[in-house]
Every structure is written in structure tokens, then in C-alpha cells.
């Protein structure tokens, strides 16, 4: 650890001068230790968390086969280039002609859920629909959502897109 060397002073007085050496390898292997402690407790970021609102499972639920009524219900289709396209039809009756499309500025959003929110004729069970396609983005995803909120529409579902919606999809895009 540490070394005591004792050196005669050369000249006239007998005085000795004891120099001491300090061995600092342990000291540079607890600077390391340190930094690894650190660096393995530290968070670099912080994660970010957006709160879902999903229903509590009842226990006394039984599944329901009854299909929702389009003009009970808008769906969303998020595609690719920061798309987005709307509608509420059936599966005979959507075509390029309906299946509208609109951006992502929160006031065209927020304003066609309340148009098919006010034309609904059962409104406690109107839903949203998002359907986002493999292209979209998650920054689009989470925009709908965010409208949804701000429309203070509980109902909504995520699903894939439907087979008839991609190909009427697939038209408007290529």
C-alpha cells in the first residue's frame, strides 16, 4: 500500500528525508467500481406510460354475438404517409366513394366523432373503431386515442383491418 523510503540528504547535515510512495491502484479500482455502481442504477430515461381505459371484467358477463350497428359506430383506418380514412358502412356497402379520408389535426378528428356521435340512433352504445394498418405509426395511433379522450368518448376498440376495408383501403392508396 504505502512505501516509507528513507534517503540520506546529500551535503553537510546528517538530517534524513523519508519520502513516501502512495500505491493508487486500489483507489482506481474503486473509481471504477463507482462508475459501473452508477451507471447500472441510474435511469437514462424515463419510460413513458399512456393510460389505456379498459373496462373491469365482470364476472357475471356473457360474451354478446350482437354485431354493432354502423351508424352506431365510426371506424378509423390509420394508414401509411400519416393517413388516415373514416367511415361508417357495411361491408356491402363500402366503396371509394365512402370511405372518406381526413388528417390528423385534432379539431377534424374530434368533430367527425361528434357528427357520428349526434347522428347515432343509440347513443350509450356508439363506438369508436381504430384500425391501423402495418404502415402506420405509433405517434398516429396515439393522436386518435388522444382525440377520442378529448371527444370524452369511452367506447372505442382497436382491431385489425378487415379484408373488405383493405382492398377498398388498398384502392384509394395506390
Known amino acids: 500500500m504505502a512505501e516509507v523510503i528513507a534517503q540520506e540528504k546529500q551535503g553537510g547535515s546528517k538530517q534524513r528525508k523519508k519520502l513516501i510512495r502512495v500505491d493508487m491502484t486500489p483507489m482506481v479500482d474503486l473509481g471504477f467500481l463507482l462508475i459501473t455502481f452508477f451507471m447500472f442504477t441510474t435511469n437514462f430515461t424515463k419510460p413513458n406510460v399512456m393510460d389505456l381505459g379498459l373496462p373491469a371484467k365482470d364476472p357475471n358477463h356473457r360474451p354478446n354475438d350482437k354485431v354493432i350497428d354502423v351508424k352506431n359506430q365510426v371506424t378509423f383506418i390509420l394508414g401509411k404517409d400519416n393517413r388516415v380514412f373514416y367511415h361508417q358502412s357495411s361491408k356491402e356497402d363500402l366503396n371509394t366513394g365512402n370511405l372518406k379520408e381526413t388528417n390528423f389535426s385534432g379539431i377534424n378528428i374530434t368533430k367527425i366523432i361528434s357528427e357520428a356521435y349526434n347522428n347515432a340512433p343509440n ?8 384500425e391501423p394498418t402495418d404502415d402506420a ?6 393522436d386518435v386515442l388522444d382525440n377520442i379522450a378529448i371527444s370524452k368518448k369511452e367506447r372505442y376498440g382497436v382491431t385489425d383491418i378487415k379484408p373488405w376495408e383493405k382492398k377498398v383501403y388498398e384502392e384509394l392508396t395506390q
Not at 347513443?123 to 381504430?130: Q, S
Not at 405509426?137 to 396515439?142: A, Q
Open 123 to 130: 347513443k350509450e352504445n356508439f363506438t369508436i373503431i381504430i
Open 137 to 142: 405509426n405509433y405517434k398516429n395511433f396515439v
